[in-house]
């Protein structure tokens, strides 16, 4: 079955623990993407990678990292996660960045740092 | 100013209604339009994108662009319940895409 999976789905953390949320597909996509979305603020863009060690930053880069050694997987990093990171996170794979590529999203991880 | 402006609703309708969602931005460089449907505790699926002004229709749905307004539209007709979801416009630059914050919309039988 073509997916995107994530994990964990769900995380409670404390405050400057260093932690990796996992993004894979199975699609032999290009283009994949990370998203945070937060009430009231919709979903927001953290970064994305056209191809393998191709990344670029979303509009919400700061305090997250990412890295595409591989097509399939699509780390979020996050090195010292902070209180106002708590949110929920969708990673999203599609085969390039052209319109008609559709974006096919993971199931999210909800994100808790206390 | 947000890039995108999206009423984040919710909108409650009756069953079989017209609804009418929109979305408004500010960036002339955005060259595609989209539409994402989101239900309850599950990641958004497009529903329609288009890349010009006008209409472009899908079943019972129908997206409309207006660049010179800067002003895209979803219309459902004959609303159902399983329409009941919350909506998000989205618009594309290179790789970038933006998203409204997503109307939340409620169909009652």
């Known amino acids: 079955e073509a997916q995107v999976t994530q994990n964990p789905r769900y995380l409670i953390t404390v ?11 199975n699609m032999n996509h290009e283009y994949m993407s990370w998203y945070r979305q937060d009430p009231g603020l919709g979903l927001r863009q953290i970064y994305y990678s ?7 930053k979303g509009d919400v880069p700061e ?11 699509f780390p979020l990093i996050l090195e010292s996660p902070s209180p106002n990171q708590t949110s929920l996170y969708f990673c999203a794979s599609s085969a390039g960045a052209w319109i008609n590529n559709e974006q096919f999203f993971g199931p999210g991880t909800r994100l808790t740092v206390l | 100013q947000k890039e995108v402006e999206q009423d984040p609703g919710p909108l409650s309708v009756p069953e ?10 500010s960036n ?4 595609y339009f989209m539409w994402y449907r989101q239900y309850s505790r599950k990641g958004p699926e497009l529903l329609m994108y288009t890349y010009s002004s006008g209409n472009k229709e899908d079943g019972r749905f129908t997206a409309q662009v ?8 979803l219309f459902i007709r004959d609303s159902q319940p399983s329409d009941s979801a919350t909506y998000l416009c989205a ?11 997503g109307t939340e919309l409620s169909v009652k039988p």
């Open chain 2, 91 to 101: 618009m594309k630059q290179g790789g970038k895409l933006i998203f409204g914050q």
């Open chain 2, 16 to 25: 079989g209604a017209i609804v009418s969602l929109n979305c408004t931005y």
């Open chain 1, 50 to 56: 056209m191809n393998v060690e191709v990344t670029d």
């Open chain 2, 66 to 73: 207006d660049k010179s307004s800067k002003y895209i539209s």
């Open chain 1, 63 to 73: 305090g997250y990292k990412v890295s595409r050694k591989e097509k399939r997987n």
């Open chain 2, 28 to 31: 002339s460089a955005f060259q």
């Open chain 1, 15 to 25: 405050t400057g623990k260093k932690l990796t949320v996992t993004c894979s597909q």
